[in-house]
């Protein structure tokens, strides 16, 4: 399967972009990359996925490097709802169901 | 609020106990999941249902049962369960089994004495 890995933690103030990398080397052709975050007390909540291309929603915007071997989740503009543990996710190339979480990003905020 | 509900939200029982987690989801999805998630450890996958069949059960014990009597409804029934699991268990579902987002309810925390 292959894995992903992100920095345990990471800060940033409030009003300013967030640049989230994941490193995913063995990602396989197919292997979608997709983003989660995990607010304090929640569930996880889906922020984003993609393939190939850079994506854009309004949340935040997912760049993949060109050999796909790592991918950066930007945030244009933290705020302090913004606090939470990010996960970066490949979905298995092998599986439709199986999404292989690691331990995930704690991101920051400070006003 | 994403439309998936769980109940109870906080669950003590003892070992020798038999409790029910309920799950709804109201995004008129056609799969469900089960997950844990333990303190310091990532997110495991229990169960996968899809349109209301079990396609994944990745090696969990038999003191979990699943149940999904439709799309809408997942129930995860417990009974002699161990002090290491006491977890949070949230349940997801997405609109097939496949490379759509999943939508997650809040958890059940269930702390087995």
């Known amino acids: 399967d292959a894995k992903t890995t992100q920095p345990n933690s990471m800060e940033s103030n409030e009003e300013e972009p967030v640049h989230l990398p994941c490193n995913h080397s063995?990602?396989?052709?197919?292997?979608?990359i997709h983003w989660y975050r995990q607010l304090p007390s929640q569930g996880p909540e889906y922020v984003i996925h993609?393939?190939?291309?850079?994506v854009n929603n309004r949340m935040a915007s997912l760049a993949i490097a060109e050999d796909r071997k790592s991918s950066t989740l930007i945030l244009h503009r933290a705020t302090l709802r913004d606090a939470a543990v990010y996960y970066c996710?490949?979905?298995?190339?092998?599986?439709?169901?199986?999404?292989?979480w690691g331990a995930g990003t704690k991101l920051i905020i400070k006003p | 609020e994403t439309g998936v509900t769980q109940t109870p939200r906080h669950l003590v029982m003892g070992m020798t106990n038999k409790k029910s987690l309920k799950c709804e989801q109201h995004?008129?999805?056609?799969?469900m999941y089960w997950y844990k998630q333990s303190a310091k450890k990532p997110l495991e996958l229990m169960f996968v249902?899809?349109?209301?069949?079990?396609?994944e059960n990745n090696s969990v014990p038999s003191r979990f049962s699943p149940e999904c009597p439709n799309s809408s409804h997942l129930f995860l029934h417990l009974h002699t369960l161990q002090p290491e699991d006491s977890a949070l268990y949230l349940c997801?579902?997405?609109?097939?089994?496949?490379?759509?987002?999943?939508?997650f309810g809040p958890g059940t925390r269930l702390t087995v004495t």
């Open positions: 063995t990602i396989s052709g197919t292997d979608y």
């Open positions: 993609g393939l190939t291309s850079n």
């Open positions: 996710i490949l979905r298995d190339g092998d599986s439709n169901y199986q999404l292989i």
């Open positions: 997801a579902s997405s609109q097939s089994s496949g490379r759509y987002e999943q939508y």
């Open positions: 249902y899809s349109l209301e069949e079990r396609v």
């Open positions: 995004l008129g999805h056609n799969a």
